[in-house]
């Protein structure tokens, strides 16, 4: 997605926000995480877990690669 003057995230941007959103899951996560994260467009509810929902399905997940691109 691209910010409202069509600007998104550069690869170099993207790939490090990932390593460091795995580095994050590797050493900080324990069970799960909840969070909200304000924007200019309003809050964005985001949740962390080592756990699928129940009764969600896998393939409505997008795997990330640790390239920075998703797979």
Not at 59 to 70: H, I, K, M, N, V
Request: hydrophobic share 40%; charged share 30%; net charge negative.
């Amino acid at each position: 997605m691209a910010d409202a003057d069509g600007v998104g995230m550069t690869d170099a941007e993207l790939e490090q926000f990932i390593k460091l959103l795995r580095l994050w899951c590797e050493t900080e996560l324990d069970q799960f995480a909840h969070f909200i994260v304000p924007t200019r467009w309003g809050d964005v509810y985001a949740d962390f877990g080592r756990n699928r929902p129940p009764g969600f399905p896998e393939d409505g997940y997008e795997r990330l690669d640790w390239s920075g691109e998703a797979g």
